[in-house]
C-alpha cells in the first residue's frame, strides 16, 4: 500500500533539471559502465571454471586452528613425549608472478632442502592458494624464510602457517610403549595410538568469506569454532625405573647375544600398575623409522632395489614390536609355580610330608619325559621338588591336582584371555581348547612343568603378580591419570581386581617357597644382598620351530618378585634365543641376573630399606670415610667405625694419603690402606687382569696382586660355593690408578632349570 501512496507536491522535480540529470547519469554511468561491464562478461563466459575453483578456494578460505596435543608424562611429572610449536612453509601459486617464480624456487630449496623441481611443479598449480613446500619447520629455518620473504617481496606469494612438531625427550626410552606420530601428528603407534583421541583435541575453525581477492569480508561473515586442547596422559611408569631396566636389558641382550629380542615387565603387584616395560633392540622415537640396529641396517643396504622396500617395512614392524604384549613364548619351569599353588590351594595333599621320587626319567601317555639331572632327584619333598625344579615331581603334583581342576586354573589365572591392557595389538596366548587337552594324556603332564602351551610375558607377570599379593589377579595398566591442559585431573585410573585365584594363605606360602627357589635354589643369580627377592627361572625349547634342540633355539627367562614378605615390585625377565653355549644358556644364568639387578637399583629407588641378615651385614658394602691430614689414631678410629679394617705404611703422625678415595663402596672389612710422611702412596697406575671364570677368592687374590680392590656383587651363596663364578667385571685389561675399586659379578653356574 505504501508504494501506491502518492508522493507529496512538494518533492516532485521540476521536470527540466530531472530530464537533464538523467541525461547526464545516462552518459556517465555508461561511460563508467564499459570496463565493468567488460570484466564481469570476461568473470562469467570467459575464465568461468578456473575462476569457479578460485572461489571455492578463496571466498571461504578456512582456517583450522590446531590443538597443542597433550603431553605424556611419566609418573612423577617426567615428559617422555611432549608438543614444540614449528611451522609449516608454503606457497601460493596463483600469487606467484612469472618474474618471481625462479626467485621462489631457489631460494626455498637452498633454505629448506627441498628439490627445486618439486617446487617448481607445485607452483605450476596456478590455481591453488596453498601448497605446502615444507612441514615442521623450526625457527630458526623458519625466521630465515620470512627474512627471504621480505628481502624479496614475496608477501602472498610464500607465507608460513603454525604447526606442532612431537618431541621424544629421551629418544628411545619407553619407545615400544610410547609409540610415536605421523607428520599429520596422528598417533600410529603405541599409546599415542591408543589414546590419540584424548591427546589430540578437536580442532577449532575459522571460516571466513573473503573477496576474490582473498581479502577477508568484515568480521560479521567470520565464524569460529572453539578448539577443544589436547588432554595429557600421566603414566605409571617411572622414568627412573624405566631406565634402570633398559639398561641392565640391553647388557643382557648384547652379552648373551640375544637373536630375537628381549623383554622386561616391572608391575606394582598390588595394583596392576606397570612401573617400566621394555623390549631391546628398539628404536629412536625421534626417528621412528630408521632401522636403529646397526647390522639389520648394513644388511638392509645391501639388498637389491626390488628387495629393499619390502625388507625395510618389515624390519620396521620388528623393531615397532612390542615384545612385552605383541610375542607369546613357552613359560617352562618359570610354571612351575602356578603348579605348585595349584596343589596348595586345592589341598591336593600333605604339603610338608609328602613326597616326590625322581629317578630321572617318567612314562605318561607312550612318552618317555626325563628330568634334567641324569639319575634323578630321588625322594623330594614339595618344596625340594621346586627347588630342583624336577620335571618327574612336577607331573605328580599336576596329577594330584587333576586335568579338570587343572585347567580350571590354567584359565583363572588369566593364561587364556588378553589381560586388557591400555595398548593395542595384545596376544592373548596359546593353550590347547578343553577337548583337545583332555583327549591327549600327556597334555596335562607336560603342562604341569609349563611346555607345549604359550603365554604373553604381560600375562606371565600379571599372574605372578596374583602369587604376590594375596591371590588377586589384577588388570594390568599404564594410565594413571588423564589431566586437561590446565593440568586439571578429568579422569583418574585405579586398580582393577579381575579375580581372586588363590587365597592370602596360598599365596604367603609361595612367597616364602619362591624366596627359598632364590635362596637355595635355581634363582640364586637374582639373589640381592638386604633385600628378600622371590622368584622362579625357565629354560624353554622353541618347540614349534623344527630342530628347535639342534639349533638350539631356546627362550630363557626369570619371574620374580621383591621383597618377598611384602612384595612392592614383580619382575619377569625374557630373552629370546640366546647365543651362548648350552651350559650357559639357562634361565637361572641369564635372567635371573637381569631381574635381581634390576630389583637392587628399584627397591632403594621406592624408598624400600635394605634388612641385613648377620651374614649379610658381615659383607655389606661400606662408603670410604674421608680421612686425608687426619691424625693417625683419629683416621684409623673413623675407618674401623665405618666397617673397615687399616693397615698404615711409614712412620708419620698424620695422614698424607689414603687407598681406596673417599666416598666409593668396598665390601665391611676390606683393608683401608693410610700412607703417612715418608711413605708415597705408589703414583703408577695398573692394568686389570681378567677374572671371567675365578671363584670370588681366586678372583680377589688376583685383583689384589695387582694392586687393585674387588668389590663382589651379584650371587653370593652364604654357604659358600664353587659353583660361584666371575661373569663380568669392570675395566678388564684397562689401565686405571692403583687402588682403584674394581667391580665383579659372580653368578653361579650350576643353575639348570630346563
Ligand atoms: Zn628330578
Redesign the pocket.
Known amino acids: 500500500m505504501e508504494n501506491k501512496e502518492r508522493v507529496p507536491f512538494k518533492y516532485r522535480f521540476n521536470r527540466t533539471i530531472l530530464i537533464r540529470a538523467l541525461v547526464l547519469t545516462v552518459i556517465f554511468g555508461f561511460a563508467m559502465f564499459i570496463p565493468l561491464a567488460m570484466k564481469l562478461y570476461d568473470i562469467s563466459i570467459q575464465s568461468h571454471d578456473e575462476l569457479e575453483q578460485r572461489a571455492l578456494d578463496q571466498q571461504t578460505r578456512s582456517y583450522a586452528i590446531t590443538p597443542g596435543r597433550g603431553s605424556i608424562y611419566d609418573r612423577n611429572g617426567v615428559a617422555l613425549a611432549m608438543s614444540a610449536s614449528v611451522e609449516t612453509v608454503c606457497v601460493s601459486p596463483r600469487d606467484v608472478t612469472e618474474e618471481k617464480e625462479a626467485v621462489i624456487a631457489d631460494g626455498l630449496s637452498s633454505l629448506l632442502g627441498v628439490n627445486r623441481e618439486i617446487i617448481v611443479e607445485k607452483m605450476a598449480k596456478k590455481n591453488r592458494a596453498n601448497e605446502k613446500i615444507k612441514e615442521q619447520v623450526e625457527k630458526e629455518t623458519a625466521d630465515k624464510v620470512r627474512e627471504f620473504i621480505n628481502d624479496n617481496k614475496l608477501t602472498n606469494m610464500v607465507f608460513l602457517e603454525p604447526a606442532s612438531k612431537r618431541y621424544y625427550p629421551n629418544g628411545s626410552l619407553a619407545s615400544n610403549i610410547l609409540g610415536f606420530v605421523g607428520v599429520e601428528n596422528s598417533g600410529l603407534m603405541g599409546l599415542e595410538a591408543v589414546y590419540n583421541k584424548t591427546l589430540s583435541g578437536t580442532p577449532g575453525r575459522t571460516v571466513t568469506a573473503r573477496t576474490a581477492d582473498g581479502v577477508p569480508l568484515p568480521e560479521q561473515y567470520e565464524m569460529y569454532y572453539d578448539a577443544q586442547e589436547g588432554q595429557n596422559l600421566i603414566l605409571t611408569i617411572d622414568e627412573t625405573i624405566q631406565h634402570f631396566v633398559e639398561k641392565h636389558l640391553e647388557t643382557a641382550v648384547i652379552e648373551n647375544k640375544i637373536a630375537k629380542r628381549g623383554c622386561v615387565i616391572a608391575m606394582d603387584p598390588n595394583t596392576g600398575a606397570i612401573l617400566a616395560m621394555a623390549t631391546k633392540g628398539d628404536f629412536d622415537l625421534n626417528e621412528p623409522f630408521s632401522i636403529a640396529d646397526d647390522e639389520v641396517r648394513n644388511a638392509l643396504g645391501m639388498l637389491p632395489d626390488e628387495e629393499y622396500s619390502q625388507a625395510l617395512s618389515e624390519a620396521q614392524q620388528s623393531q615397532w614390536r612390542n615384545k612385552a604384549i605383541n610375542d607369546t613364548y613357552e613359560p617352562g619351569s618359570v610354571f612351575k609355580v602356578f603348579t605348585a599353588a595349584m596343589a596348595l590351594e586345592e589341598n591336593s595333599f600333605n604339603p610338608e610330608s609328602k613326597r616326590f621320587v ?1 629317578d630321572g626319567s617318567v612314562h605318561v601317555g607312550g612318552h618317555t619325559i626325563r ?1 634334567h ?1 641324569a639319575g ?2 630321588g625322594s623330594q619333598t614339595f618344596l625340594e621338588s621346586l627347588l ?1 625344579s ?4 612336577f607331573i605328580a603334583i599336576g596329577n594330584a591336582v587333576g586335568p579338570e581342576n587343572f585347567y580350571k586354573y590354567m584359565k583363572a589365572f588369566g593364561f587364556m584371555d588378553a589381560t586388557g591392557i591400555d595398548l593395542q595389538g595384545e596376544a592373548k596366548g596359546i593353550v590347547s581348547s578343553y577337548e583337545a587337552y583332555a583327549a591327549d594324556a600327556s597334555a596335562q603332564a607336560v603342562y604341569s612343568f609349563g611346555q607345549t602351551f604359550k603365554v604373553t610375558p604381560i600375562q606371565m607377570v600379571t599372574a605372578l603378580s596374583s602369587l604376590a599379593n594375596g591371590g588377586y589377579l589384577m588388570k594390568p595398566h599404564l594410565i594413571s591419570e588423564v589431566t586437561d591442559s590446565e593440568g586439571r585431573t578429568v579422569e583418574k585410573a585405579e586398580a582393577t581386581v579381575v579375580r581372586q585365584v588363590v587365597s592370602s594363605e596360598t599365596s604367603a606360602t609361595m612367597r616364602a617357597y619362591m624366596e627359598q627357589c632364590v635362596l637355595q635354589g635355581t634363582g640364586s643369580n637374582a639373589y640381592v644382598k638386604g633385600y628378600r627377592v622371590a622368584g622362579k627361572t625357565g629354560t624353554s625349547q622353541k618347540r614349534d620351530i623344527p630342530d628347535a634342540s639342534e639349533k638350539g633355539l631356546y627362550v630363557v627367562s626369570f619371574g620374580g618378585f621383591a621383597p618377598a614378605d611384602n612384595p612392592q615390585i614383580a619382575v619377569l625377565v625374557m630373552l629370546d634365543e640366546p647365543g651362548l653355549e648350552r651350559s650357559q644358556r639357562m634361565g637361572g644364568y641369564m635372567a635371573a641376573p637381569v631381574a635381581g639387578k634390576i630389583i637392587a637399583d628399584v627397591l632403594p629407588h621406592l624408598g624400600v630399606a635394605p634388612q641385613y641378615t648377620e651374614a649379610e651385614a658381615m659383607t655389606v658394602d661400606v662408603t670410604v670415610p674421608f680421612v686425608m691430614n687426619a691424625a693417625i689414631n683419629d683416621a684409623k678410629r673413623t675407618a674401623e667405625q665405618a666397617g673397615l679394617k687399616v693397615r698404615i705404611v711409614g712412620e708419620g703422625a698424620s695422614v698424607t694419603d689414603q687407598l681406596p678415595v673417599a666416598g666409593v663402596f668396598v665390601p665391611a672389612n676390606t683393608e683401608m690402606i693410610l700412607y703417612t710422611a715418608g711413605a708415597e702412596k705408589p703414583a703408577d697406575t695398573v692394568i686389570v687382569p681378567s677374572v671371567i671364570g675365578e671363584t670370588p677368592e681366586k678372583a680377589n687374590e688376583i685383583l689384589t696382586n695387582a694392586g687393585v680392590f674387588m668389590r663382589p656383587i651379584g650371587a653370593q651363596t652364604l654357604a659358600g660355593t664353587s659353583a660361584l663364578k666371575a661373569a663380568w667385571q669392570e675395566s678388564a685389561g684397562e689401565e686405571v690408578p692403583f687402588g682403584t675399586v674394581i667391580q665383579v659379578e659372580f653368578r653361579k653356574t650350576d643353575v639348570r632349570d630346563e
Open positions: 625322581c628330568c639331572k634323578g632327584h630342583h624336577c620335571n618327574p615331581a
